[in-house]
Structure formats: structure tokens, C-alpha cells
């Protein structure tokens, strides 16, 4: 097959946030020719739209403010810290295309071409209320719509980050209805929807199907993690898919916790499939409570950044005690002689 008709990407996932993305970026990164970064990007519909601010890029000097731009977002520092540098004259060498789109993608062709890879993409949740315009910039993408049933969706946010049960509930029917109408006015081919169940269930079978939505071989490799995925919930530090972690919404919410949160989302839950208790008309939660739900989120966000923040600080200090203090390294190797 010609170098003209491979699909070279991009690829973007999406889904609410505790749906599986990161376990599927996961599982797409064993693959002999995929590469997406692990962390999340979030600039890219924010540049999309401001990079003609910043005048002819083709110009060294106006090129390389976007590059000091883009260097100090979250996305850059962290691909920075995992050893991926790129300097303004390597990416500005690599554009072939000087769109903004072009310019974009050519980050992550090289990001790609460091791993080896051919085929590029992105893993940011949020993306998901983005799909057509990111449709409309990069007209080969591929877009991967990964969906976890609402009531655990909403129970493993709440163990995570606090957050409240009824406005996840809310957000996961506004925005996976959203991103479920924007997909399915695509023409065949490019948005395909994979389900968290059937994942952890039949991960062979369900990713089997999923290359064959991409264009590409299924390989075994795939669903045989090197390494834990998952950083919080039920499934932290485990390197393998964790077999039913699902439906603990069952024994771990009230009969009243569930009877709202289906309420709010239990006609597209069943829509989509999953069995559900209340057949009535849909509540949507008021504008007022959506915001008072909203404060007591951002509250217990900013209480989880402290508390991981704190974590990080206190194992940092202890590198670096380890490292410069012989006679502790001597110790921690001496324990793990005897471990």
C-alpha cells in the first residue's frame, strides 16, 4: 500500500473523565504504529481559533513567540519533564503544511516519529464537545468516543476528586449527548463509540473491532499493559485490566442516589444500552443548584491539587534525601535484598 494511503492519524479520544481514556491510551500505545501523548493537551481548539494573532508564522520571529507560548502550557512542561523537548527551530523545520492545523500536527508527527510511529494522536477527555470543529481542521482525523455507564462514571468521580454525584450526572448527559449527535453526523468512517464494559470485559474482541475502525492490524501486545495505568480509583497501580470493575454503583449508592442520577441521565443511559430502573420523564438539575454544586466542586478540587501537590513535594524530598545521603540508599537496597 502506498505511503498516500496509510492512515497516518490523527486520532483523538475522547469521554468523560473516569471512563477508561486513559486505560485505552494505554492499550493503543503497544501498538507497533500509534503514539499519543499521555497527558492531556488542552490547547489545541483554544489555538486552533488564535493562532492567526500571532501573524505570518512562516516568520522565525513570530514562530518562535508561539513556540514560547505553547512551551508554557501544562501540556508542553509535562511532555518536557517525560524527557520530549522540542526547540522552536526543530518544529519550525518539520512544518510541511502552515495552517493551523498543519502546524499542530506537525508536533505531534514528530512526537510520533521519536517512538518510532506513524500514526499520531491526542487523549483529552474535554475534546469531546469540540468534534466539529477539530473535524473541520484536521479532515482525516479519526475520532474515538469511549463511554462509561453514567452511575459509575459518577461514583468513581465522587471517590476521586468529591465530586458531586448529581452534577457529573448532569455533565455526563449534556456532554455525551452532545458528543454523540456531533459524531454521528459524520460521515462513516470516522467517529466510532467503544463502551468501558466491554473493554475491561472483552478487551481483545472490543480492540480487534477498534483497529478495524482504524485501518490497522490488531496486535496482541495490546491489551498486555507494561505498566498500571490508572494513577487514582479502584483500579490504581494495577498493571493489567482490571476484570469487572463495573457496576459497583450497585452496593456503593443508595436506592436515592440512584433513582436522581437516573433521573438526570437514565433515558440516554438506556438509549445507549444500559439497564435501568426509572422509565419516567428526565429531570434536568436547575441552573441555581448547578452552581452551587459547581462552587462545592472547585472547593474539593482545589483541596485534591493541595493534597497531590503535597504528595508530590514529600516524594521529591525523599529522591533527593536517597540520592545525596549514601547510607539511606545503602539502607533502601539493603531492604530490597531482604524484600
Known sequence: MSRSHLFEGPLF???MPRSGTKLLVHILNNHSMIAIPGNESHFIPQYLKRMPRYGDLKEPANFRKFHADLAATNFIKRLSANGYQLSAREWYGAVEDWSSAGIIESFYRLFAKRHNKTIWGDKTPFYMLHLPLLAEH???????HIIRDARDQCLSS?????????????RWHDYVRQCRQDGLRMPP????????????????ETIANLCAFIGIAFEPQMIQLKKPSENYGDAKNQAAILKQ????????LSAKQILKIEKISGALLSD??????YHGRTEAIGMLEMLAYRGLDAIHQLHFEVKRQHSLYAL???VKQNRFNPAASKKIGAAKDRG
Do not use: C, M
Not at 470493575?245 to 456503593?252: G, I, L, R, V
Open 189 to 204: 468512517g470516522r467517529y466510532h463509540e467503544l463502551f468501558y464494559e466491554a473493554l475491561i470485559d472483552k478487551p481483545a
Open 316 to 318: 521529591l524530598d525523599a
Open 138 to 144: 484536521f479532515p482525516d482525523a479519526r475520532f474515538i
Open 158 to 170: 465522587r471517590k476521586v476528586w468529591n465530586k458531586n454525584l448529581y452534577r457529573s450526572a448532569q
Open 272 to 277: 445507549l444500552g444500559y439497564s435501568v430502573t
Open 13 to 15: 479520544l475522547v469521554g
Open 245 to 252: 470493575n463495573y457496576q459497583k454503583w450497585k452496593n456503593e
